[in-house]
């Protein structure tokens, strides 16, 4: 069964880190794109970064440009998303999303697998 599994969500002071991981489990993250979304409560979904699975593209929502990473480790299977600096508007689910295709030059427009999500509180 293919999955993809996020963990390291939590509670965090303003100004704090986290870094969520995407497991893959089935299949290789490797050939896939990776996109990194949130919905938080009464909002629409939104994506956060993408980034293609050749790594030669990479892309950030205005909202969270030079705050977040994204980066791949190929031996563990897994992708992260590095938050710093975090603010109380980053509160939300964050889901993990891969995609077979090939987007030059954009994020897919639609993924092939989510993951469950991983709940990201940034409160005092």
């Known amino acids: 069964q293919l999955q993809l599994v996020e963990s390291g969500g939590g509670l965090v002071q303003p100004g704090g880190s986290l870094r969520l991981s995407c497991a893959g489990s089935?299949?290789?993250?490797?050939?896939?794109?990776i996109g990194w979304f949130r919905q938080a409560p009464g909002k629409e979904r939104e994506g956060v970064s993408c980034?293609?699975?050749?790594?030669?593209?990479?892309n950030y929502a205005d909202s969270v440009k030079g705050r977040f990473t994204i980066s791949r480790d190929i031996a563990k299977n897994t992708v992260y998303l590095q938050m710093n600096s975090l603010k109380p508007e980053d509160t939300a689910i964050y889901y993990c999303?891969?995609?077979?295709?090939?987007?030059?030059?954009?994020?897919?427009?639609?993924?092939?697998?989510w993951g469950q999500g991983t709940q990201v509180t940034v409160s005092s």
């Open positions: 089935g299949f290789s993250l490797e050939h896939y794109a």
């Open positions: 980034t293609h699975s050749s790594g030669d593209y990479i």
């Open positions: 999303a891969a995609d077979s295709s090939t987007w030059p030059g954009s994020c897919p427009p639609e993924y092939d697998y």
